[in-house]
């Protein structure tokens, strides 16, 4: 067998069992997902974001247009897809009915992680894109970057947060690493295209725009091209939003951001992430404005967080090669989630592709990698316990969560040996030369 048949044949099982996992159990985020996916049709666009006329079985929605529309069409596929066993139950006399039972309870939630399933094999195909483009003429180039993409697929971080949980924090980062692939190749139309629809999904990889902007600055495009690169994404994002707001779409968006979708929610020290804040307070819901010495938690973090910008920022003024912006876009994703309040356990999420990449060119980072994806994994378990595992539930409930913060410290440690990696291995090293 050759090792392209073979690889082929890993992709497929890996795909496989994520359909399998899909269907075995979701997270209560998914039932949100459900509601709003149904419920857009009961209420159309224009009431939609309407909490005073609206009723939801969960909570209301709190993410941007773009979610709302993935989750209404996946409702449509549903809607199609079950019509079709339906159609064959009614046509087959010997077709077994127990599936039409089974497909009416399950086959929505499962078909709601297709999205995030598809995106996790969208990034996998990105990476092995991006590891040929930065060793281009080295040995066995294509042979890294194969293995790079299937790091990615097994990493249980990846597999547990999209077919298990049913989160879609992989569609936001395919959009986004396809972003900066396309900028990356002078592709500025589908750059600045793709990183508008990852903000319009969800807000999370905003942490990107300033290498992002540095970037689509210093490329020296024509007028023309810049004006397209902002005019296009602009009009989309418009005429998506219309439907909501049925007047001037730009600022209607602009208050769902300010007053529903970075304000309405829990506002926290850490929510359930493993990290510094973890390691000081514990998990538990401590706001996040309450005052550390003379400043609060929340400054503290923006503080600490900008300081670790500085560095990424200024490499990044110099250089925009593929390989420092990774190295960059990965100090920032780590730096964001060890550093600032209010993180979820799934923000870390971002870190893993590029993480991944770094590990095909860097194998030093290799053992960081494997400690990091643990501790994350261990994250994402905890507090919702699938599968129950009786030892693991205990240990990271012991005596009122003692060990997150002790993996909230550990987590801290890592970081530390990563930006040190980073400094040692970018800028020191450079300087030598």
């Known amino acids: 067998m050759t090792k392209k048949k073979l690889i082929l044949i890993s992709l ?20 949100n997902h459900m509601d709003w996916g149904e419920r857009f049709f009961e209420y159309g666009a224009a009431k939609f974001y309407a909490p005073q006329t609206n009723i939801w079985s969960f909570l209301w929605p709190n993410q941007p247009p773009g979610t709302t529309y993935m989750f209404a069409g996946i409702f449509k596929l549903f809607k199609f897809v079950f019509s079709i066993f339906w159609w064959i139950n009614i046509k087959i006399p010997l077709f077994p009915s127990g599936i039409i039972t089974y497909f009416e309870s399950n086959l929505y939630p499962a078909l709601l992680k297709l999205p995030a399933i598809l995106s996790d094999f969208g990034i996998a195909y990105l990476i092995y894109k991006i590891i040929r483009k930065v060793r281009v003429g080295k040995k066995s180039v294509e042979k890294l970057a194969a293995y790079g993409a299937i790091i990615f697929l097994i990493n249980p971080v990846v597999w547990y947060n999209s077919s298990v949980w049913g989160q879609y924090d992989s569609v936001i980062n395919f959009l986004t690493l396809a972003a900066f692939y396309f900028l990356l190749d002078r592709k500025i139309l589908l750059a600045t295209t793709f990183y508008a629809l990852s903000i319009y999904t969800k807000a999370t990889l905003l942490v990107f725009a300033p290498i992002f902007f540095v970037i689509w600055a210093k490329q020296k495009y024509s007028v023309k091209e810049y ?11 418009g005429v998506l939003t219309y439907p909501f707001s049925q007047s001037e779409p730009f600022s209607w968006l602009y208050n769902l951001y300010k007053d529903k979708i970075f304000t309405e929610q ?4 850490t929510s359930n992430a493993f990290n510094i804040w973890a390691g000081l307070t514990g998990i538990h819901q401590v706001p996040h404005d309450k ?10 973090g923006l503080i600490m967080f900008s300081v670790s910008f500085l560095l990424p920022l ?9 390989k420092m912006v990774i190295w960059v876009l990965a100090i920032i994703s780590v730096s964001s989630f ?18 991944t990449i770094l590990v095909i060119l860097e194998r030093r980072l290799i053992l960081f990698y494997v400690l990091i994806s643990a501790l ?12 129950e595992i009786n030892f693991v539930k205990q240990f990271l409930s012991y005596n009122g969560g003692y060990f997150g913060r002790v993996l909230g410290y550990f987590e801290f440690a ?20």
């Open 414 to 433: 890592l970081y530390i040996f990563f930006y040190g990696f980073f400094v040692k291995t970018q800028v020191l090293a450079k300087r030598k030369v």
């Open 376 to 387: 994350n994994f261990l994250n994402l378990y905890n507090f919702w316990w699938t599968p």
């Open 12 to 31: 497929f099982i890996l795909f496989a069992i994520r359909i399998i996992f899909a269907f075995l159990t979701w997270h209560g985020d998914v039932w």
């Open 227 to 237: 004006l397209l690169s902002i005019i296009f994404p602009l009009l989309l994002i």
């Open 266 to 269: 829990r506002q926290v020290v």
């Open 314 to 322: 200024r490499l990044i003024l110099k250089k925009q090669d593929t």
């Open 291 to 300: 005052l550390l010495g003379l400043l609060s938690y929340k400054l503290w």
């Open 338 to 355: 060890s550093l600032l309040t209010n993180m979820h356990e799934r923000y870390l999420f971002s870190f893993f592709p590029l993480l």
